[in-house]
């Protein structure tokens, strides 16, 4: 039988407060907030959906929490965070009026900001088993999140997202342990595959090439192809069509006459200039010192 895992709405049952904010509805995707006044308690609480940020806001008390059937003993306050990690259950402990601020973030959000920051596939994210963070950048973010929350205005979903991506790339950088899934040779691109995007550069050439229209032309999505590119080549897809971007240029130099310009135009660099700087990057010498030579 699956583990019943409760949400944030369901937490009261458990652990009874007054509610002081909420988040709406809707334009929250990922991630949610509730502050609570809490007097002094002894609690249970059933393993979490959501990864749990707990910010201290007002009052201080000693806290003592059981996870993973050890106890630890913290004194909490305001600027003070606790963590928890999602499908765990813990025992809380506090004989002190203190107020809150619960940021949750779904085990979804967590996942796909860690592919993208690794570039790889993600087996499982647990956070460190943390009473008392000495960290004022989670504590801010929580209570910038929660007067959004609180008072919410035009772009408020847009400042949401950026608030949702910042708390979780630091807390995957600093309070986490990834598992990474194993590639396995589904994880590359077939041949087939590699020709199709080769041809597309070629036909492509002139013009700006972006990461989704590469991903476009094999049928896959852009974090997997990404994924698979480097997987198979070695190297990112940026990298390596502006390595036969290179390619042709010199190939032009040695064969045509064109001017400088047209072969830039022709190669798909922004300009004669870019195509000088990419040369003096890549190849140490210039185009026309380049053609000269060849």
């Known amino acids: 039988m699956a583990q019943h895992l409760i949400g944030p709405d369901e937490l009261p049952v458990w ?17 949610s907030v509730r502050g609570y006044r809490y007097s002094g308690s002894d609690v249970g609480v059933p393993p979490m959906r959501d990864y749990m940020i707990v910010a201290y806001r007002r ?6 929490r059981r996870f993973d059937g050890h106890w630890s003993t913290e004194h909490l306050g305001p600027g003070d965070v606790s963590l928890l990690t999602r499908a765990a259950e813990s025992h809380w402990v506090w004989p002190e009026g203190i107020e809150v601020v619960h940021v949750y973030l779904t085990q979804d959000e967590l996942a796909a900001t860690c592919r993208q920051m690794y570039e790889r596939d993600i087996a ?10 000495n960290d004022p950048a989670i504590h801010r973010t929580a209570m910038h999140i929660a007067a959004e929350a609180a008072h919410s205005d035009v772009g408020s979903p847009l400042l949401i997202e950026s608030l949702s991506c910042q708390l979780s790339v630091h807390i995957l950088r600093r309070h986490a342990q990834v598992q990474f899934r194993e590639h396995t040779p589904s994880d590359t691109l077939t041949t087939r ?5 080769q041809e597309f550069i070629r036909s492509h050439m002139r013009e700006n090439i972006s990461l989704d229209d590469l991903a476009d032309c094999v049928g896959l999505s852009r974090y997997h192809f ?28 040695q064969r045509t006459s064109n001017p400088l310009r047209e072969i ?3 190669c798909g660099f922004s300009d004669q200039s870019h195509m000088t700087r ?3 990057q890549r190849l140490g010498t210039t185009p026309g010192k380049f053609r000269s030579e060849s």
């Open 15 to 31: 652990v009874p407060g007054r509610l002081t904010v909420h988040s709406p509805e809707q334009g929250w995707d990922g991630m």
């Open 59 to 64: 009052g201080t008390t000693a806290m003592r």
């Open 124 to 133: 499982d994210i647990e956070l460190n088993d943390v009473l008392k963070a």
């Open 193 to 197: 595959q590699i020709g199709t995007i």
């Open 226 to 253: 990404a994924r698979r590119f480097r997987q198979t080549m070695g190297t990112t897809p940026h990298e390596f069509v502006t390595k036969q971007r290179v390619s042709r240029a010199q190939l032009m130099l």
């Open 264 to 266: 830039a135009a022709l």
């Open 278 to 280: 990419v040369f003096q």
